[in-house]
């Protein structure tokens, strides 16, 4: 399947969910057995290397990197938000648009050296991929990989990720915020 016919089954909501932002909604993407397939082998396709763990951000990139993982024969690991995770964990700040939020992964999740794929649904202006990434390399993991379902590149965030020895991968791109 072409990232045209991918594309086609991302929905775009405007002004959702405030004014000005059009959100891209993969719900239609998930009903969609031949869609749903053809993103997560494209993901597989991409990746490069050995892959120990496939972290996935909450709670939309989960969706993707369980079947990454079961494909390549990876573990998963959770990336959440803070306080949802019941274990001791270690966590990292990042910038909104109004004020920060936090994210958070269990600190006895994996031993220093695990190679780590990052995945979420899509990227924007990289703050939670970026700070999911300072975190994981602050556990002792080696990321070099993420994927995205969906890139917004007029916002920066793959490029950002790949000024930090990111390869980044991403099945559609879409102008504008
Ligand atoms: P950012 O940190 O700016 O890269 O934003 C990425 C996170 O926010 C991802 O977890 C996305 O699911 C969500 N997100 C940001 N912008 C959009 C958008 N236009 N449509 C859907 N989800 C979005």
């Known amino acids: 399947m ?4 991918l594309a ?33 082998e494209a ?7 050995p892959v120990d763990l496939v972290a996935g951000i909450e709670a939309r990139g989960f969706l993707f990197a369980s079947p990454v993982a079961l494909a390549l024969g990876a573990g998963v690991l959770l990336v959440r938000k803070d306080g949802k995770l019941p274990g001791a964990t270690i966590a990292e700040d990042y910038a909104l648009e109004y004020g920060t939020d ?3 992964i269990h600190a006895d999740a994996f031993a220093p050296g695990a190679r780590v794929l990052l995945i979420d649904d899509l ?7 970026r700070a999911a990434v300072r975190l994981l390399r602050k556990a002792g993991a080696q990321v ?3 994927a995205f379902v ?3 590149p007029d916002l920066g965030g793959a490029d950002a990720l790949r000024a930090e020895g990111i390869h980044v991968t991403s099945l559609v791109a879409f102008d504008g915020h």
């Open 8 to 40: 086609a089954l991302i929905r775009t909501i405007p002004d959702f969910p405030k004014p000005g932002i059009q959100f891209r909604d993969i719900t239609t993407l998930l009903l969609d057995p031949a869609g749903l397939a053809r993103a997560v």
């Open 43 to 49: 993901i597989i396709d991409a990746v490069d290397g």
């Open 150 to 152: 969906i890139d917004l």
């Open 102 to 104: 936090r994210i958070a």
């Open 2 to 5: 072409p990232a045209d016919d």
């Open 123 to 129: 990227i924007a202006t990289g703050g939670t991929a």
């Open 144 to 146: 070099t990989q993420a």
